[in-house]
């Protein structure tokens, strides 16, 4: 809007003094919106998977050392590697060029342009690419954002000094970090010109949210202003994740705080000696403020982190790292990698993260970090149920529940053997998440748990599948699965069978037959198959926690829906999209099974 149009409404507004304070309203609306009129035109489709801040999954793309190249194509080359991994959230570290004057460095926290691409990671086009990419697998994308500083070069030094903290005329450094200039959140110039680059990337490459660092250290009203502002462009779903502790962070609108003290509190002080209680005084503090939805994000290494210390060597091995991750994905929180952890890599990356290239030879040692994400995907009550905790001084033990849904969560965080007592609560027969063996626990036992050993265990064994758009039931009909409007008998209940900690098979109580779709009919099949047959093996992926669409490993693109209304189900002909290849997994109860399953007290990891 020109100056001279807003100049003749405000003369028109004061000639009427009875609609005065009305047309002062429309004003403010006016000049807030012309703000934003160079808003870049929206590129692509907004992803309408962004998940709910309580189904998260994260992996921290550690740009610089994840690749030979350390840029934005390699990492688009591994989307496939992340994904299966049970990731739904990819978040990039800064990608924006670096400063190149003498007092500034080579951080990729040392912004010269927030928007532009650096051109050590590629171009805007490589961005885009990744971010189609990533939303094609069904992952949403987020950017580190650095609101509190730039490099010394960057053109507001020179162009717009009032936008920095002064003193007697000189630009001030940030805190400790000489290589870069403090942000002045007295300016409003300088809050709408970092509003309108946060909004900038959302419309020229479709991302899907912030990493905000040092979030901390920015007025909580700033945030306010700027998440209420992003959150305006109505047709994308955002995330924002504070790279902070403050309780603020959620009343300022953050989906996320950061686990600093979760870390730094609890997890690193357990394993030299502090009782497991810490883990509940440390949540009860960190979720001060957040309401049902925010969650703390949880991890065991991030890039900072690693610059001095390993998780390998923070935790004692691959057994104490995954018996600390599993607490921290499963208790309460949103699951968090950084690259390399999945293969173990124990070298740690010193700033500004130039010297070191992940090696990414370990394959195996991401069996368990899969395993124990995807079941995280798989259960309503590890993401969103209630929780209960039973632990003592050395072993972490807790329920989570949601509905019918019961899962119990033992894990020993100590090198040594230890005890635990089994409380009246958790007595029953259950099966172990990860093999399917049936294990019975008894009021009043005593168990013993090998170094960093841990069991999961449900009370979950079959399910129904009902379809969104109609609200039919998948059933064993003979050859083919069919659909009904009402659940008849057995063969309308289904046990998930998990292969590798990554797929499933859906194998159905009352035939003991399995779904699939080797035969290429145009119709998902039931019946016997053979071992390793990636045709009847599934990913069921979580759309909103809910919701999930159920595709086949062997043909990705074949996906379970009734779209054609032709009687029984199909894997071809609807988009993932389509409510009618969306489908709900109703836990019911226990059956008899065709199948036999092992009675067993024996606890393995």
């Given at each position: 809007?020109?100056?001279?149009?807003?100049?003749?409404?405000?003369?028109?507004?004061?000639?009427?003094?009875?609609?005065?304070?009305?047309?002062?309203?429309?004003?403010?609306?006016?000049?807030?919106?012309?703000?934003?009129?160079?808003?870049?035109?929206?590129?692509?489709?907004?992803?309408?998977?962004?998940?709910?801040?309580?189904?998260?999954?994260?992996?921290?793309?550690?740009?610089?050392?994840?690749?030979a190249t350390g840029n934005l194509a390699s990492v688009t080359a591994d989307l496939d590697r992340i994904k299966a991994l049970g990731i739904n959230v990819l978040y990039l570290m800064p990608i924006y060029p670096y400063g190149t004057d003498s007092r500034s460095?080579?951080?990729?926290?040392?912004?010269?342009?927030?928007?532009?691409?650096?051109?050590?990671?590629?171009?805007?086009?490589?961005?885009?690419?990744?971010?189609?990419?990533?939303?094609?697998?069904?992952?949403?994308?987020?950017?580190?954002?650095?609101?509190?500083?730039?490099?010394?070069?960057?053109?507001?030094?020179?162009?717009?000094?009032?936008?920095?903290?002064?003193?007697?005329?000189?630009?001030?450094?940030?805190?400790?970090?000489?290589?870069?200039?403090?942000?002045?959140?007295?300016?409003?110039?300088?809050?709408?010109?970092?509003?309108?680059?946060?909004?900038?990337?959302?419309?020229?490459?479709?991302?899907?949210?912030?990493?905000?660092?040092?979030?901390?250290?920015?007025?909580?009203?700033?945030?306010?202003?700027?998440?209420?502002?992003?959150?305006?462009?109505?047709?994308?779903?955002?995330?924002?994740?504070?790279?902070?502790?403050?309780?603020?962070?959620?009343?300022?609108?953050?989906?996320?705080?950061?686990?600093?003290?979760?870390?730094?509190?609890?997890?690193?002080?357990?394993?030299?000696?502090?009782?497991?209680?810490?883990?509940?005084?440390?949540?009860?503090?960190?979720?001060?403020?957040?309401?049902?939805?925010?969650?703390?994000?949880?991890?065991?290494?991030?890039?900072?982190?690693?610059?001095?210390?390993?998780?390998?060597?923070?935790?004692?091995?691959?057994?104490?790292?995954?018996?600390?991750?599993?607490?921290?994905?499963?208790?309460?929180?949103?699951?968090?990698?950084?690259?390399?952890?999945?293969?173990?890599?124990?070298?740690?990356?010193?700033?500004?993260?130039?010297?070191?290239?992940?090696?990414?030879?370990?394959?195996?040692?991401?069996?368990?970090?899969?395993?124990?994400?995807?079941?995280?995907?798989?259960?309503?009550?590890?993401?969103?149920?209630?929780?209960?905790?039973?632990?003592?001084?050395?072993?972490?033990?807790?329920?989570?529940?949601?509905?019918?849904?019961?899962?119990?969560?033992?894990?020993?965080?100590?090198?040594?053997?230890?005890?635990?007592?089994?409380?009246?609560?958790?007595?029953?027969?259950?099966?172990?998440?990860?093999?399917?063996?049936?294990?019975?626990?008894?009021?009043?036992?005593?168990?013993?748990?090998?170094?960093?050993?841990?069991?999961?265990?449900?009370?979950?064994?079959?399910?129904?599948?009902?379809?969104?758009?109609?609200?039919?039931?998948?059933?064993?009909?003979?050859?083919?699965?069919?659909?009904?409007?009402?659940?008849?008998?057995?063969?309308?209940?289904?046990?998930?069978?998990?292969?590798?900690?990554?797929?499933?098979?859906?194998?159905?109580?009352?035939?003991?037959?399995?779904?699939?779709?080797?035969?290429?009919?145009?119709?998902?099949?039931?019946?016997?198959?053979?071992?390793?047959?990636?045709?009847?093996?599934?990913?069921?992926?979580?759309?909103?926690?809910?919701?999930?669409?159920?595709?086949?490993?062997?043909?990705?693109?074949?996906?379970?829906?009734?779209?054609?209304?032709?009687?029984?189900?199909?894997?071809?002909?609807?988009?993932?999209?389509?409510?009618?290849?969306?489908?709900?997994?109703?836990?019911?109860?226990?059956?008899?099974?065709?199948?036999?399953?092992?009675?067993?007290?024996?606890?393995?990891?």
């Amino acid at each position: 809007m020109k100056k001279k149009t807003i100049s003749r409404l405000l003369i028109n507004c004061l000639s009427q003094s009875k609609e005065l304070l009305l047309c002062l309203n429309l004003l403010i609306i006016l000049f807030t919106s012309s703000i934003y009129a160079q808003d870049p035109a929206q590129y692509g489709t907004p992803y309408t998977g962004v998940p709910d801040p309580r189904d998260a999954t994260i992996y921290q793309v550690h740009i610089r050392p994840h690749s030979a190249t350390g840029n934005l194509a390699s990492v688009t080359a591994d989307l496939d590697r992340i994904k299966a991994l049970g990731i739904n959230v990819l978040y990039l570290m800064p990608i924006y060029p670096y400063g190149t004057d003498s007092r500034s460095s080579n951080s990729p926290y040392c912004i010269k342009e927030f928007k532009t691409v650096g051109a050590e990671y590629g171009s805007l086009t490589d961005l885009r690419n990744l971010t189609n990419a990533a939303h094609s697998r069904g992952m949403a994308v987020i950017l580190d954002w650095v609101a509190n500083q730039t490099s010394w070069d960057h053109p507001w030094i020179t162009q717009h000094p009032d936008y920095y903290v002064q003193s007697n005329g000189a630009i001030q450094q940030l805190g400790s970090y000489p290589d870069v200039a403090a942000l002045n959140f007295n300016s409003t110039a300088m809050k709408t010109a970092m509003i309108d680059a946060m909004r900038y990337w959302v419309f020229a490459a479709n991302i899907d949210g912030y990493r905000c660092d040092f979030a901390d250290n920015s007025p909580a009203a700033f945030w306010t202003q700027a998440i209420s502002n992003l959150r305006g462009i109505s047709a994308h779903k955002l995330i924002f994740f504070a790279e902070g502790t403050f309780a603020q962070n959620f009343t300022s609108g953050f989906d996320m705080n950061f686990g600093f003290k979760w870390y730094g509190e609890a997890l690193k002080p357990i394993h030299t000696g502090t009782s497991v209680a810490q883990i509940q005084t440390t949540t009860n503090t960190e979720y001060t403020s957040a309401n049902a939805s925010q969650q703390l994000v949880r991890y065991t290494a991030n890039h900072d982190t690693e610059t001095s210390e390993t998780a390998m060597n923070v935790f004692g091995g691959h057994d104490g790292v995954i018996a600390n991750f599993l607490v921290s994905a499963y208790m309460r929180g949103v699951p968090m990698l950084t690259s390399g952890q999945e293969v173990d890599f124990n070298q740690v990356i010193p700033w500004p993260y130039t010297s070191v290239k992940i090696n990414w030879g370990n394959t195996t040692a991401k069996n368990d970090f899969t395993k124990i994400l995807n079941f995280r995907n798989s259960s309503v009550a590890i993401r969103r149920g209630t929780m209960t905790n039973y632990s003592n001084t050395n072993v972490c033990a807790f329920t989570k529940t949601s509905g019918s849904e019961k899962v119990i969560v033992l894990t020993n965080l100590r090198g040594s053997s230890s005890t635990f007592v089994v409380p009246a609560a958790m007595a029953g027969s259950y099966k172990e998440v990860y093999s399917g063996t049936t294990i019975n626990l008894t009021s009043g036992a005593t168990m013993t748990l090998n170094p960093y050993q841990y069991l999961v265990v449900t009370n979950l064994y079959y399910y129904t599948i009902q379809n969104r758009w109609k609200g039919t039931y998948l059933y064993d009909a003979g050859n083919n699965v069919a659909y009904g409007a009402t659940v008849a008998n057995n063969n309308y209940r289904w046990e998930k069978v998990m292969i590798d900690g990554r797929y499933t098979q859906f194998k159905n109580l009352g035939t003991g037959e399995f779904m699939h779709i080797e035969n290429q009919t145009g119709s998902v099949q039931c019946g016997a198959i053979t071992a390793g047959w990636s045709s009847a093996q599934w990913t069921p992926e979580y759309i909103d926690g809910t919701w999930i669409r159920i595709r086949n490993k062997w043909q990705p693109a074949s996906i379970v829906n009734v779209e054609g209304q032709t009687g029984a189900a199909q894997y071809s002909g609807a988009q993932d999209s389509f409510y009618s290849a969306q489908w709900q997994l109703n836990a019911v109860a226990a059956g008899t099974s065709t199948s036999k399953v092992s009675n067993s007290k024996t606890l393995s990891n």
